[in-house]
């Protein structure tokens, strides 16, 4: 490739050295293997490269920038963001130099050189992690996408302590100024578009990991999403004809992506697995339908099993064509608003409920109910949290059944081919990646440092090799070998619990928690340390233990929870004593996993709703 501009000449000397473009594809540090040579290679080629990329927009003509961006060096910048070096410590040079990038930034868009720092300060920090200014009318058209992106782009993962609230004040503060800017310019084309990319793009995955309220994000979120769609012709609001006068049973529709086996579908189909069907009329919608044998059963659970067409407008018209009663929403719509979202912004139903699927408020304006339980939210102050009205359950509020489920492990592990010496005391987790904050793998360092022959098993949803190398950081710093660390990968319930026969203690993820994990625990019949929270995305996974009357598994703060896995870790009396305590409770079918008895507390609230709302 010929250069003919002097300014470029350097950097693609640089390029062709490091055949920057064949070693980069995206997320390359996770594909390393942690244990060889070629991770710490490529990362330090990689912070070469990046170097040399921010000091090129540093020292790049203003009137160069656009062409410049849209050229090989464009492409290179965004391949040096995918690549995951993000996440990689830094040396103190680097930091002195970051340090410099970030005061930079902070001068605001009038500054001649704001885009030249922006350019170099986001190849090193997220857009949490910089003091940035919301002017997006500043923003030149030609970075304006890719900005926005970088704006509303989840953290690959959370690396330094503290850094949940920063992303939980970043998305507060970008969702307040997107709600104001669009509602005060209604008509403008620029922030329909603007908010159509945030609504589209942004995912509040990783904002569950912080202990804050939600309801203004999601309610904001929301409400920018209901505009659009309103903008773009949907009829939000849907006037019900009269219902029939002959019409005894309740019609009740389930709406959820998918009946695949996954913990949304174990979750929903105990509502209505055993209703009374002289009492309700069952119509189940998915988004997907593919013949698999959960599905089929569910299926034979109910009355219809209606595939919704592809486009939002025949979605909408069908099921208000059906003339429910009551629509309960059970896949999560907190997360990011896709498919089932954009149909739960629509009054589909006179009566329209979701559950603990979604670990937050929906934020919908139309979602007339939240059903969670007593176990499940604070004594004070829980109503604050959603835009719908909360009913509480007693109980766990919840129930799994997984159904079609094969009882048979087709795996027979021992501790010695997982890599476990007999002797060890096994610490484990199921938790997904993305909930191992900083904090909590500092705790979990200080547990295993605390407990001799110690190890920490975890069997996360999918391979990260980030969270091996940032848990053997956490591990280092309290003087723990990396062979204290064991990561496996197993896949299906029944092997997953053969695996956790093998281990002595369950560790919970606080401060969002989870259900399925601690269930495979509890019915292997081991103990768990659990933390108490304020919310019920922190309060989900203790309900279980709270339904068993185990509260004595429940830690209050940090330092609890740690003194609770230590004993149980040292003490082998105390630890059989626990594991026999909840393998007796569980032997007796506890509630949450009665689909029968949880199908007859949903009756109930059904007919409850329903009555109230012929009154009204």
């Not at 340090?99 to 868009?109: E, I, N, P």
């Not at 949304?264 to 209703?275: H, T």
């Not at 059906?322 to 589909?348: F, K, P, T």
């Not at 008895?597 to 009756?603: A, E, F, G, L, N």
């Amino acid at each position: 490739m010929a250069i003919d501009n002097p300014n470029l000449k350097g950097f693609y000397e640089l390029i062709q050295v490091s055949s920057l473009i064949s070693l980069i594809p995206d997320n390359i540090l996770e594909r390393c293997q942690e244990v060889s040579s070629s991770r710490a290679s490529v990362a330090a080629t990689l912070s070469q490269v990046r170097k040399q990329v921010a000091e090129f927009w540093l020292g790049m003509p203003e009137e160069q920038l656009e062409n410049t961006y849209s050229s090989d060096v464009g492409k290179i910048h965004k391949m040096v963001l995918s690549s995951g070096i993000r996440g990689e410590p830094l040396t103190d040079i680097e930091q002195n130099f970051v340090h410099k990038l970030v005061a930079g930034t902070s001068s605001g868009f009038d500054d001649p050189k704001a885009i030249h720092y922006l350019l170099a300060a986001m190849l090193y920090r997220p857009a949490h992690q910089l003091p940035l200014r919301y002017e997006f009318t500043s923003i030149p058209q030609w970075f304006l996408n890719d900005y926005l992106q970088f704006m509303c782009s989840s953290p690959d993962h959370f690396h330094e302590a503290g850094e949940v609230d920063d992303y939980y004040h970043h998305i507060q503060r970008l969702t307040d100024y997107l709600h104001t800017s669009l509602f005060n310019n209604l008509n403008s084309e620029f922030w329909h578009r603007i908010a159509s990319f945030f609504t589209q793009n942004l995912n509040c995955t990783y904002l569950l990991c912080s202990t804050e309220n939600l309801k203004n994000i999601f309610s904001k979120r929301a409400d920018i999403a209901e505009f659009l769609l309103k903008t773009n012709g949907f009829q939000i609001d849907y006037t019900f004809p009269k219902r029939p006068a002959n019409r005894k049973k309740i019609r009740l529709g389930i709406l959820i992506n998918d009946f695949n086996p996954y913990a949304e579908v174990y979750n929903a189909l105990p509502v209505f697995e055993y209703l009374d069907r002289n009492k309700f009329e069952i119509f189940l919608y998915a988004v997907n339908v593919n013949g698999h044998p959960l599905e089929q059963y569910c299926r034979s659970r109910a009355d219809q099993l209606v595939q919704l067409p592809e486009d939002l407008g025949s979605q909408v018209k069908d099921i208000r064509a059906d003339h429910l009663d009551i629509l309960l929403i059970c896949s999560g719509v907190s997360d990011a608003i896709e498919e089932v979202g954009l149909l739960a912004l629509h009054r589909l139903a006179p009566i329209q409920a979701t559950n603990f699927t979604s670990p937050a408020t929906t934020g919908m304006r139309n979602v007339d109910y939240y059903i969670s339980s007593n176990m499940m939210e604070p004594v004070h102050g829980a109503q604050e949290h959603y835009r719908e009205q909360l009913i509480t359950l007693d109980g766990a509020g919840f129930c799994f059944t997984f159904a079609t489920e094969p009882d048979a492990p087709t795996v027979k592990p021992n501790r010695r081919n997982i890599g476990v010496v007999d002797e060890s005391i096994v610490f484990v987790s199921g938790a997904s990646p993305f909930k191992l904050i900083p904090e909590l793998r500092e705790t979990w360092a200080k547990i295993i440092a605390a407990v001799p022959n110690a190890v920490l098993v975890l069997y996360p949803s999918h391979s990260d090799q980030y969270l091996h190398s940032k848990i053997s950081a956490s591990f280092a710093k309290y003087g723990i070998e990396k062979d204290r660390l064991i990561i496996l990968k197993i896949k299906g319930r029944s092997n997953v619990k053969e695996c956790l026969k093998l281990c002595d203690v369950y560790l919970h993820t606080y401060p969002y928690s989870g259900v399925v994990g601690t269930l495979e625990a509890l019915e292997a019949g081991l103990p768990i340390v659990a933390m108490d929270g304020n919310t019920l995305r922190s309060r989900s996974g203790e309900a279980l233990l709270r339904d068993l009357q185990m509260p004595d598994l429940i830690a209050n703060h940090e330092e609890s929870y740690v003194q609770l896995a230590i004993a149980l870790g040292t003490n082998p009396e105390l630890r059989q004593q626990k594991s026999n305590e909840i393998k007796e409770k569980m032997q007796h079918k506890p509630k949450f996993i009665d689909s029968r008895y949880y199908s007859t507390q949903m009756s109930a609230l059904f007919q409850e709703l329903f009555e109230q709302h012929l009154k009204d």
